[in-house]
Nanobody, 125 residues
């Protein structure tokens, strides 16, 4: 059972930067693909960025060129560096992990087995 704990959210102004972290713990030693998702109240959860066990990365079009996902495999920590933040980036951000087999990195929430509790990002003008 994977446990995921996000941190790093908070208030930030438009154009600012923020880095989210996700500490993962799993005694099984399995390989997972991991991703960041976000959700605003009343809206569906959407994929933001993902990185698989081989290091392949995929971003949502809305964050390409602004967000960077990375992983410290030695420490089991997933990061999301968010630059040039916009008002529409405000949301609860979730870290997730999955252990299924896909040919390409997936940003579909149903493809992920494990979820963190989320960390709030609030962008203001």
């Amino acid at each position: 059972q994977v446990q995921l704990v996000e941190s790093g959210g908070g208030p930030v102004q438009v154009g600012g930067s923020l880095t989210l972290s996700c500490a993962a713990s799993d005694p099984s030693g399995k390989s997972y693909y991991m991703g960041w998702f976000r959700q605003e109240p009343g809206r569906e959860r959407e994929g933001v960025a993902t990185i698989d066990s081989h290091g392949s990365i995929r971003y949502a079009d809305s964050v390409k060129g602004r967000f960077t996902i990375s992983k410290d495999s030695a420490k089991n920590i997933l990061y999301l560096l968010m630059n040039s933040l916009k008002l529409e980036d405000s949301a609860m951000y979730y870290c997730a992990a999955g252990d299924r087999q896909f040919w390409t990195p997936t940003l579909r929430p149903p493809d992920y087995n494990y979820w963190g509790q989320g960390t709030q990002v609030s962008v203001s003008s």
